[in-house]
């Protein structure tokens, strides 16, 4: 999917600018604007950014509540896109998901996304807005699976990353049991010993029962009272053996419930930061506000994906308890039919009396089993958890030597790029295999990382994320541009910049991509470097909209 034009209207229809964005190869929002004096300062008030921002909503982000761009609810955008070589005319109501229109024809956000195949995933790893944490992550020097699944997916390497992320998952399994169940302190041989004795306890109450079951039926009644004592007895058992089922599921509701409160509890909004801020008089810089919104997103969605674990789990077990009820209200009702039939005869009563507690007293040692198998079974749970973490390692290892010559193609690729703009002197190198710790059921499986010898700043930093940028753009096919801020060139030498452009130029042109940046002009040696590439220029006195932002 690419963007050609991007047209900007007011919620009263005013236009207020319009951008067209070259098919392929670079497209330049220039920023005639000198350099901050001072760090707390920004350059960033005229709407680059939120130009890429408003090309990112088009391109199928988040468009609604918190993520909406501040200060544009009700703007519209009209856009021009190209999909599959059919070009589009779309119209996206900022702050609405359910006002997208291809065509004329009216979609919601989910469905404007299957129109255009849209796979935000991927297209999240090659859409920079802001300066960058991480190789694979632009809110955190540390990759989560998440992120290394997805570059893996746009590598090509879908073998590497099926095994990776079965193996993920057990070690997941195995922090969930290890966090919220003690029950491994416990001595298996005690276990066990426990276990062996509730089982006797219940064989010697099971033949009691057999005993009061053989007096009920010899009992010198005619057949009539006799069947009805029996078929009372019977459903009597039926109805507590459903009471404790529900009590057993009413146990692990609330256990679920408590987990999904103490994650709510345990967390901190951005709101609640901004009150900190306030009470201290404090304004928050507005790149702070959004790191710290983009660092609740995060970690709210991390949240989430277990708190809807655990949700399906309440909704499931709510179903079978509602079942449950019914049965036990009609149950109820008939067992209290016969009772009133059998009501006189006291030696019925008595038995069944002496029945009752004695079924009670077995649903008792059965909780205890119950229990305790529990406790094994998440023992042997972990165990078996383990030894398929090691199984699947293996095949990590296999997979890693299958695809060896294509992360050396990778490898070599980066290396050559990065001779062409720093010289012999750096000697990249990028690393994607198995991870070396002795950690393997909690360590992340697979390492990605890209090392350069020598300086290790702010700016040969930024430099090998862009690199690592243009890696994706020439080989996936899964994702038609790249998206980079000027946040993601601060602090890189003028000269590499130079460099660096040119490289993504080549890039862009021969893989038919659209590159599009935003640049300010204190970050180049000469506009006429890419003067032909501007598709858009911004200054102090011509901002985007005419606003500050």
């Known amino acids: 999917m690419k963007i050609l034009k991007i047209e900007i209207f007011s919620p009263k229809l005013e236009k207020l600018r319009e951008v067209k964005f070259r098919e392929n190869g670079l497209s330049v929002i220039y920023g005639d604007v000198e350099k901050p004096k001072s760090e707390n300062e920004t350059s960033n008030s005229i709407g680059k950014t939120i130009l890429l921002k408003i090309v990112n909503v088009v391109l199928g982000t988040k468009n609604s509540g918190k993520d909406t761009i501040k200060g544009l609810e009700g703007f519209i955008i009209k856009a021009k896109v190209k999909k599959d070589a059919v070009e589009y005319d779309v119209e996206i109501t900022i702050g609405d998901s359910k006002r997208y229109y291809i065509d004329g024809e009216k979609y919601n956000l989910t469905k404007y996304k299957e129109k255009f195949n849209i796979n935000r995933s991927y297209y999240s790893k090659q859409t920079m807005l802001d300066k960058r944490k991480g190789l694979l992550s632009s809110i955190s020097k540390k990759a989560n699976k998440d992120d290394i699944s997805v570059i893996l997916k746009l590598l090509y390497l879908e073998n590497v990353e099926s095994i990776f992320m079965k193996i993920k998952k057990m070690q997941d399994e195995i922090e969930l049991i290890n966090k919220y169940n003690n029950n491994f302190k416990d001595d298996i041989s005690q276990l066990e010993r426990e276990n062996f004795n509730n089982e006797m306890k219940k064989k010697q109450i ?70 900190i801020y306030s009470s201290a008089k404090v304004e928050i810089p507005m790149l702070l506000k959004r790191t710290l919104s983009d660092v609740e997103d995060f970690y709210k969605n991390l949240l989430d994906d277990k708190n809807d674990l655990y949700n399906k789990q309440i909704i499931e077990l709510k179903k079978v308890n509602k079942k449950l009820v ?224």
């Open 206 to 275: 099971d033949e009691e029962l057999n005993i009061l079951n053989d007096r009920i039926q010899t009992l010198k009644l005619s057949d009539n009272i006799s069947e009805i004592a029996q078929k009372r007895a019977g459903i009597d058992q039926d109805i507590k053996n459903k009471n404790e089922r529900l009590r057993i599921n009413n146990i692990r509701i609330s256990k679920y419930e408590q987990i999904i409160n103490d994650s709510k509890s345990d967390s901190i909004s951005l709101s609640d930061v901004e009150k």
């Open 326 to 549: 019914e049965e036990l209200t009609k149950e109820q009702k008939e067992l209290d039919e016969l009772s009133e039939i059998i009501s006189e005869n006291d030696s019925v009563r008595e038995a069944i009396k002496i029945y009752d507690l004695k079924t009670k007293e077995k649903i008792d040692v059965e909780s205890k089993i119950s229990e305790i198998n529990a406790k094994l079974t998440q023992i042997n749970n972990s165990k078996n958890l383990k030894s398929e973490i090691d199984s699947s390692l293996i095949e990590l290892e296999t997979s890693f030597e299958e695809n060896k010559s294509i992360i050396n193609k990778y490898r070599e690729y980066i290396y050559k790029l990065v001779k062409k703009i720093y010289g012999n002197d750096r000697n990249p190198y990028l690393n994607i295999s198995m991870t070396s710790s002795n950690r393997k059921y909690q360590a992340m499986p697979v390492n990605i990382d890209l090392t350069f010898d020598g300086d290790t700043g702010e700016g040969l930093m930024s430099a090998k994320f862009l690199l690592f940028d243009f890696l994706i753009m020439n080989y996936t096919k899964k994702v038609d541009f790249l998206i980079e801020d000027s946040s993601c060139f601060e602090a890189i030498d003028r000269r590499q910049i130079k460099n660096i452009l040119q490289e993504g130029i080549k890039i862009s042109e021969q893989n038919n991509k659209q590159l599009i940046v935003s640049l300010n002009k204190y970050l180049l040696e000469d506009i006429r470097d890419i003067q032909d590439c501007i598709v858009l220029s911004l200054n102090e006195s011509d901002t985007l909209l005419n606003i500050k932002f």
